[in-house]
T-cell receptor, first 112, second 116 residues
Framework: GEDVEQSLFLSVREGDSSVINCTYTDSSSTYLYWYKQEPGAGLQLLTYIFSNMDMKQDQRLTVLLNKKDKHLSLRIADTQTGDSAIYFCAESLSEYGNKLVFGAGTILRVKS | GAVVSQHPSRVICKSGTSVKIECRSLDFQATTMFWYRQFPKQSLMLMATSNEGSKATYEQGVEKDKFLINHASLTLSTLTVTSAHPEDSSFYIC????????????FGPGTRLTVT
């Protein structure tokens, strides 16, 4: 079955880069996503990558995909205190259309 | 663009009563909407997939008679928690699919349900 795993916690200093990692098991994933959730709020779509891409960059965000190892990462450059949140990795499975499977989330804490 | 709203944001109800939560796509039409449940410090658990004009598809273990879903229009889906119990207390989040090839889902702000 499908399974998405993330490390639970990451702490960085303001101005440093943050790298949040995710692994998934289903090789039929079509798209992989990163969502951000602030306390008491819904999820904000940050970025996504198609499964035949290796990298996608969007301003301070860089997504790297290693399809062979089924490993996805999100790098946040120049991390700010406002980036403190929970980050969820998710995959969509082609056989289920647009159903998303989420990881447990990584808590990012940015220290000033 | 791609804004999804939920109403109410917080609700407290007594055990045994029913509660309706609305999910609206404000600036796009959503043929598919999803309902999730999130327990504290945990990930989102998909409850059901709702397609406009048809019956919702429930995930395994989710009681369809307890969690009634209606998707009557392309911009509105409702989740009704019937005969609520304290264990139904949770954060309920909806999302809407824009229908583009990237399966982009945009999430509502969530509804905190507390059953006393």
């Amino acid at each position: 079955g499908e399974d998405v795993e993330q490390s639970l916690f990451l702490s960085v200093r303001e101005g440093d880069s943050s790298v949040i990692n995710c692994t998934y098991t289903d090789s039929s994933s079509t798209y992989l996503y990163w969502y951000k959730q602030e306390p008491g709020a819904g999820l904000q779509l940050l970025t996504y990558i198609f499964s035949n891409m290796d990298m996608k960059q969007d301003q301070r965000l860089t997504v790297l995909l290693n399809k062979k190892d089924k490993h996805l990462s999100l790098r946040i450059a120049d991390t700010q205190t406002g980036d403190s949140a929970i980050y969820f990795c998710a995959e969509s499975l082609s056989e289920y259309g647009n159903k998303l499977v989420f990881g447990a989330g990584t808590i990012l804490r940015v220290k000033s | 663009g791609a804004v999804v709203s939920q109403h109410p944001s917080r609700v407290i109800c007594k055990s045994g009563t029913s509660v309706k939560i609305e999910c609206r796509s404000l600036d796009f039409q959503a043929t598919t909407m999803f309902w999730y449940r999130q327990f504290p410090k945990q990930s989102l658990m998909l409850m059901a997939t709702s397609n406009e004009g048809s019956k919702a598809t429930y995930e395994q273990g989710v009681e369809k008679d307890k969690f009634l879903i209606n998707h009557a229009s392309l911009t509105l889906s409702t989740l009704t928690v019937t005969s609520a119990h304290p264990e139904d207390s949770s954060f309920y989040i909806c999302s809407a699919d824009t229908g583009t090839g990237a399966y982009e889902q945009y999430f509502g702000p969530g509804t905190r349900l507390t059953v006393t």
